[in-house]
Each structure stands twice: as structure tokens, then as C-alpha cells.
């Protein structure tokens, strides 16, 4: 089983950013990982239900994350997959060639991050927490909030690629996932309560492009959007160079 657990950004101004995402989502503080220092990165961690989004911004040179801005600018960088069992996938994955790029095994966490170039779109990681409810890199105070707040949901996350039916096999490949069609996308792999939908790329790059989020107060997110200056549609805000989409919880 895999779900989503954690989405990340990277992006220019963290504080900035921080700020206009904490107004957006009516979030509470972040926590700060003082752990990505080893990738030469600063970030953000706020609490989304039992979820969490992450905004980073390199600090240093060289770094993956600054050639991602260089590149393609802000935008959907990584996504942390929670499996419930992690030497299967391990196993997988490497019996595919699958490279990682940086492995961690703690008492109360266990993660892989798997090479962009092999697997394609993004850096994907795959984390199993000890207990499956805790979430080191959230922080040792985050809590689920009460009420509509603590069941939002990060339910679906959308990859572009010049030719997302090859991607989305490869993906179902590394993940261990079936593919479905729908409406939305060209190809479809179901997750534990969410999705991950594979698009046409409209710029010929492949990436993150997008985020569906449950959300308790959903004309508020959208006024919110409006009154920081984020593009807002009907249903959807154009924030940190993602199409965020919103429905109620």
C-alpha cells in the first residue's frame, strides 16, 4: 500500500513563500528541518491533516533543487510516498535498476529517495514511519488538528510528460501500481486515498504540475488566493508554479 504523505515545492523566497501559503491554507507555523542542510537546502513543513507541505529553497550552489529553478522555475519538486512495507519495495526497485540517490534507516523511519532520471518527472521517495501514524520529518510536536482541518487531504497530484502513457508505465513499473484511464488524464495509478494523474506536457518538459487538495474551507482558500494575488478560477488557484486543485473535505 502507498499514499500520499508529504508534497514539496521548491521555491525562490522561502519566508515569502511560506508566508502566502500559511494565508492560503489557513496553516498553522511550520516546522523547520534543520536536516536539509545536508542537501544545501532551507525549508518550511506545515501540517496539512495528517499530510504536509513543504516548501524548500537551496542555500547554497550546485544544488538539485536551484537547477530545478534555473530550469523550469518554482514549482512541484518531490513527492514522499508512506508504503507499508519497505523492504518489498526496496526489493522492487532495485531488481529494476532503480537507482537511489540518498537511503535513510532510523528507528522511526526508514526512506528511499529514488533517482529522477530513473523513475522520470520528479524525485520520488519511499518512507515507511514506525508507527505508520508518526512522521519524523513533520517534526516531533506536529499533531492532527481537530475538526474539518485535520481531515484535509493532499488526494491527487498531476505529472506532465511529451508522452505521459510511457511515463505513467514506468511509474506503475517502480511503484508497483496498476494503471487506469480516466477523464482527467491519460493514465491514472490509484494510491491509498489519492491518485496520480499523467498529462500532456504543454512545454515539452516533464514534472509536477499540479495538486489536488481537500480542503475544510474551500471559498475561503479560493478568497484567500484572491487577496494574495495567487490566479484563482473556479475550483482551482495557480500558486508556486502549480495548478492547485480544491474541493471540499
Not at 525549508?43 to 496539512?48: K, P, Y
Not at 482527467?184 to 489519492?194: F, Q, Y
Given at each position: 500500500m502507498l499514499r500520499i504523505r508529504q508534497i514539496v515545492f521548491v521555491v525562490r523566497d522561502l519566508a515569502a513563500s511560506s508566508?502566502?501559503?500559511?494565508?492560503?491554507?489557513?496553516?498553522?507555523?511550520?516546522?523547520?528541518d534543520p536536516g536539509v542542510a545536508?542537501?544545501?537546502?532551507?525549508?518550511?513543513?506545515?501540517?496539512?491533516?495528517?499530510?504536509?507541505?513543504?516548501?524548500?529553497?537551496?542555500?547554497?550552489?550546485?544544488?538539485?533543487?536551484?537547477?530545478?529553478?534555473?530550469?523550469?522555475?518554482?514549482?512541484?519538486?518531490?513527492?514522499?510516498?508512506?508504503?507499508?512495507?519497505?523492504?518489498?519495495?526496496?526489493?522492487?526497485v532495485r531488481a529494476l535498476g532503480v537507482r537511489t540517490v540518498w537511503e535513510k534507516e532510523l528507528p522511526d523511519i526508514r526512506a528511499m529517495h529514488l533517482h529522477p532520471k530513473d523513475i522520470g518527472g520528479a524525485i520520488v521517495s519511499i518512507d515507511q514511519p514506525v508507527p505508520a501514524a508518526s512522521w519524523r520529518w513533520?517534526?516531533?510536536?506536529?499533531?492532527?488538528?481537530?475538526?474539518?482541518?485535520?481531515?484535509?487531504?493532499?488526494?491527487?497530484v498531476t505529472l506532465e510528460s511529451p508522452?505521459?502513457?510511457?511515463?505513467?508505465?514506468?511509474?506503475?513499473?517502480?511503484?508497483?501500481?496498476?494503471?487506469?484511464?480516466?477523464?482527467?488524464?491519460?493514465?491514472?495509478?490509484?494510491?491509498?486515498?489519492?491518485?496520480?494523474?499523467?498529462v500532456p506536457s504543454r512545454s515539452g518538459a516533464e514534472g509536477i504540475c499540479g495538486f489536488e487538495l481537500a480542503v475544510a474551507d474551500r471559498e475561503g482558500v479560493l478568497g484567500a488566493a484572491r487577496a494574495q494575488r495567487f490566479a484563482a478560477s473556479t475550483?482551482?488557484?495557480?500558486?508556486?508554479?502549480a495548478r492547485i486543485e480544491l474541493r471540499a473535505v
Open positions: 508566508a502566502r501559503l500559511s494565508a492560503l491554507l489557513d496553516l498553522d507555523a511550520p516546522y523547520r545536508e542537501f544545501g537546502l532551507d525549508n518550511a513543513v506545515f501540517a496539512f491533516g495528517d499530510q504536509f507541505v513543504e516548501l524548500i529553497s537551496p542555500v547554497r550552489a550546485g544544488t538539485a533543487a536551484g537547477r530545478h529553478l534555473e530550469r523550469r522555475g518554482e514549482g512541484g519538486y518531490m513527492l514522499i510516498l508512506q508504503t507499508d512495507d519497505f523492504d518489498r519495495d526496496r526489493e522492487r513533520g517534526g516531533p510536536d506536529w499533531k492532527v488538528a481537530g475538526g474539518a482541518r485535520g481531515r484535509q487531504r493532499v488526494v491527487g508522452d505521459p502513457s510511457a511515463m505513467a508505465m514506468r511509474w506503475s513499473q517502480v511503484l508497483g501500481l496498476d494503471r487506469a484511464r480516466t477523464e482527467e488524464s491519460e493514465a491514472a495509478l490509484p494510491l491509498h486515498e489519492g491518485r496520480l494523474d499523467f475550483g482551482a488557484v495557480e500558486a508556486f508554479g
